[in-house]
């Protein structure tokens, strides 16, 4: 059962991913799906987006997906044939900001290299 949840998940992603492109209007320069995970009883999906684009973009971004989230469920429904087709549930997805944060604090470190000192011989 898992392995099907894991194809419906990129089948979804893949065509819902397709359907932004042609049905909706973004200020942000890029907006994709990253993953989307839909529940065991096929009934809800929830679609993480990658926005690339300062906040208010973002915040756009999300208000277009929920207005436009009927038809592109309807349009999905056409697309994808299931037995339920999914509510859609969007959100940003924040994974790869919390990750550059991360890259970022680790820089600030400074963390100084580890050079392999010989070490010294007592006997001497």
């Known amino acids: ?5 894991e194809r419906v998940n990129e089948l979804i992603k893949r065509e819902l991913g397709e359907l932004m492109v042609r049905q909706c209007r973004f200020t942000a320069q890029l907006v994709t799906v ?5 529940t065991p009883d096929l009934k809800h999906a929830h679609v993480f987006i990658s926005v690339i ?4 973009q973002q ?6 997906l929920h207005g436009a989230r ?10 994808v044939v299931l037995k339920f087709t999914p509510h ?3 959100k940003l997805d924040i994974a790869a900001e919390r990750g550059d944060r991360v890259l970022h604090i680790l820089e ?14 007592e006997n001497q």
């Open 1 to 5: 059962m898992k392995h099907r949840l």
């Open 108 to 121: 600030e470190l400074h963390l100084p290299t580890e050079s392999p000192t010989p070490p010294e011989d």
């Open 70 to 79: 009927s038809d592109l469920q309807r349009a999905l429904s056409k697309r």
């Open 34 to 38: 990253q993953q989307v995970d839909v």
């Open 59 to 64: 915040k756009q971004a999300l208000s277009v």
């Open 53 to 56: 684009g300062d906040v208010e």
């Open 88 to 90: 859609l549930h969007f």
